[in-house]
């Protein structure tokens, strides 16, 4: 058992980091990780909020899709990480955040373009999966073919949120941070450029 306590204090761990972040704020987004014994995962309760996490909400649910009898829910996005976990045997933890700055550019209809060394070499690019059908919130029917390539490692979804995903729960977690990063950085290059003009910045990085 001690295995799975282990696993529930890093995504009781996880999770407030990204409350602490502001990256997700309320009982929205959801963050799960795989057991060592590969055969089940733990993923946040629908309807708790990232900081009110618990050894005692965290659902375990097996990879086959049975949860174990508990008082709550497990998240409804349940369905997109367990289709990551069975087709990329290297991810072992998935972070979903609503990020204010990421969720912006999702909703403007924008890719957030991958400016900063980091970005692209963590990430690479970050592609933007669009609504279901209806304007319904996406699915593992949009989500996972997305992530079919295994370089793929994070993800924005429209209207929605951002997704990361990697070999540790510190790896997606860090993921979850550079992408919010990465939309303030490029929202602050595109208004710097729309107010000085691309002429004054070509001036100024020629003069360099
Ligand atoms: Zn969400």
Known sequence: MSDINDAKDALIAAAKRCFDLRL????????????E????????????GFNECNRDNL?????????????HRPSKDLGFHLGLYR??????????????????????????????????????????????SGGRPQTEREINPVFSDPGTVAAVLANHGTIGVGPSL???QYLAEIIEETAQIAYLRDMLRAVHGQAALAAVSASH
């Open 37 to 48: 014994s590969r055969d089940a995962i733990l993923i946040k309760p629908s309807g708790i």
């Open 87 to 132: 087709t990329r045997g290297d991810i072992n933890a998935i972070v979903h955040c609503h990020s204010p700055w990421a969720t912006g550019y999702a909703s403007a209809g924008l890719e957030i373009p991958c400016l900063t060394v980091q970005s692209i070499e963590k990430i690479g690019r970050l592609p933007l999966i669009p609504l279901a």
């Open 59 to 71: 659902q375990l649910v097996r990879m086959d899709g049975r949860i174990e009898p508990n008082p």
């Open 170 to 172: 510190m790896s997606a």
């Open 24 to 35: 997700q704020t309320n009982a929205g987004g959801n963050l799960s990780v795989r057991l």
